[in-house]
């Protein structure tokens, strides 16, 4: 259902937080381009949430006064709280997504297209949601700004990088893929398990006391264990369970291709954590660094374990060298359908490496 004024079934109006939102993201521009000029340090992350938080309260008034000058009943301070909200989300936040990503119940989104947006939930049904945007147009900007502002670094999406993957702020992953399909298309997979243990798991019936047991003992005897599964199976999630098995002490090095895992997120389980993050070329060419560098980059960071997210390609013969050379009690997860399938994949996986990569460095081929 949809009313009139300055909200919406979705929360504030579309129209009216992008006009506003326009109105604060120039202002923090010109401040921003001021200090640059006058010399000054920029500011932190969270001063510019801060100072965009009054400039959010001056257009807002702004807004007020315009609408009474025209004669029209402005937004009540509930609607006001409303539409800055819903502003704020789309300069920090994720936009139209904020309201289904904060569902508790909310386990997938799917999105094709802007206003065909598939909602999985908890219990296994799926909705048919209420449009994320306005356009493909727009949904795509809002993709490209997740992307220039989460993560380590910037990452492109455009039609010379169509494909993008990244883990949003509440610890979602997205994949991202747009020109090589009719409309942008966009799927969300929630994290609901963040901080998860493997009692977690035997309390939710996901694995018996038994197989617990032995997982837990096979981690704490600094066994290799690599997690396989199909798509959306729980590979992340037991990934996670295992790790927070580690004993505190421990050192740990995880190389991911999107940031995900969010140990470094829990220092109380893992004080000592380092979180390696692909980074793709820009579009020259120039300035990527692959999983098979950050692997090898991880064994030189004195690491008492290296945890790689997800293998899908050449690093596997970098890690299989890691865990051949003293670095026991490796994590990692592939996606394969049964424990004979996982050496298919490794094998795969080694056969395609680049041979250049092999020229260069003869003894790990």
């Given at each position: 259902?949809?009313?009139?004024?300055?909200v919406?079934?979705?929360?504030?109006?579309?129209?009216?937080v992008?006009?506003?939102r326009?109105?604060?993201?120039?202002r923090?521009?010109?401040?921003?381009?001021?200090?640059?000029?006058?010399?000054?340090?920029?500011?932190?992350?969270?001063?510019?949430?801060?100072f965009?938080?009054?400039?959010?309260?001056?257009?807002?008034?702004?807004?007020?006064?315009?609408?009474i000058?025209?004669?029209?009943?402005?937004?009540?301070?509930?609607?006001?709280?409303?539409?800055?909200?819903?502003?704020?989300?789309?300069?920090?936040?994720?936009?139209?997504?904020?309201?289904?990503?904060?569902?508790?119940?909310?386990?997938?989104?799917?999105?094709?297209?802007?206003?065909?947006?598939f909602?999985?939930?908890?219990?296994?049904h799926?909705?048919?949601?209420?449009?994320?945007?306005?356009?493909?147009?727009?949904?795509?900007?809002l993709?490209?700004?997740?992307?220039?502002s989460?993560?380590l670094?910037?990452?492109?999406?455009d039609?010379?990088?169509?494909?993008?993957?990244?883990?949003?702020?509440?610890?979602?992953?997205l994949?991202?893929?747009?020109?090589?399909?009719?409309?942008?298309?966009?799927?969300?997979?929630?994290?609901?398990?963040?901080?998860?243990?493997?009692?977690?798991?035997?309390?939710?019936?996901?694995?018996?006391?038994?197989?617990?047991?032995?997982?837990?003992?096979?981690?704490r005897?600094?066994?290799?264990?690599?997690?396989?599964?199909?798509?959306?199976?729980?590979?992340?999630?037991?990934?996670r369970?295992?790790a927070?098995?580690?004993?505190?002490?421990?050192?740990?090095?995880?190389?991911?291709?999107?940031?995900?895992?969010?140990?470094?997120?829990f220092e109380?389980?893992?004080?000592?954590?380092?979180?390696?993050?692909?980074r793709?070329?820009?579009s020259e060419?120039l300035?990527?660094?692959?999983?098979?560098?950050?692997?090898?980059?991880?064994?030189?960071?004195?690491?008492?374990?290296?945890?790689?997210?997800?293998?899908?390609?050449?690093?596997?013969?970098?890690?299989?060298?890691a865990?051949?050379?003293?670095?026991?009690?490796?994590?990692?997860?592939?996606?394969?359908?049964?424990?004979?399938?996982?050496?298919?994949?490794?094998?795969?996986?080694?056969?395609?490496?680049?041979?250049?990569?092999?020229?260069?460095?003869?003894?790990?081929?």
């Open positions: 259902m949809t009313t009139t004024g300055p919406t079934g979705l929360g504030a109006d579309p129209q009216l992008r006009m506003l326009a109105q604060v993201a120039d923090l521009n010109q401040q921003r381009r001021s200090d640059e000029v006058l010399g000054r340090a920029a500011m932190s992350p969270e001063d510019e949430r801060q965009a938080r009054s400039l959010i309260v001056q257009v807002l008034e702004d807004h007020a006064r315009a609408e000058t025209l004669g029209r009943t402005p937004p009540t301070a509930d609607e006001e709280e409303v539409v800055a909200a819903a502003i704020h989300a789309a300069l920090f936040g994720v936009g139209r997504l904020q309201p289904l990503l904060q569902d508790p119940e909310v386990e997938n989104i799917d999105i094709n297209g802007c206003d065909r947006v909602v999985g939930y908890a219990d296994g799926e909705e048919l949601a209420d449009p994320v945007a306005d356009s493909d147009e727009e949904l795509v900007e993709i490209q700004i997740l992307a220039a989460v993560g670094a910037s990452r492109p999406f039609t010379a990088n169509p494909q993008l993957d990244l883990r949003l702020p509440d610890g979602s992953r994949s991202a893929v747009m020109s090589v399909c009719a409309r942008p298309s966009v799927s969300i997979r929630r994290s609901r398990l963040g901080r998860v243990g493997l009692e977690d798991l035997v309390g939710n019936g996901t694995i018996t006391p038994e197989l617990a047991s032995f997982l837990r003992a096979a981690v005897a600094r066994k290799n264990v690599m997690i396989a599964g199909s798509t959306n199976s729980g590979k992340t999630t037991l990934l369970a295992l927070n098995e580690i004993p505190p002490v421990e050192r740990l090095i995880t190389v991911e291709r999107a940031l995900e895992l969010g140990l470094d997120q109380d389980l893992h004080p000592n954590v380092v979180a390696f993050e692909e793709l070329p820009n060419g300035g990527g660094v692959s999983m098979a560098e950050l692997v090898r980059r991880s064994l030189r960071q004195n690491p008492s374990r290296v945890i790689v997210g997800e293998v899908l390609g050449d690093e596997i013969v970098t890690m299989l060298n865990m051949s050379q003293g670095n026991d009690g490796s994590l990692s997860t592939i996606h394969a359908n049964s424990s004979m399938e996982v050496f298919n994949r490794i094998a795969t996986y080694a056969l395609h490496r680049p041979r250049s990569t092999c020229r260069s460095r003869p003894r790990t081929c």
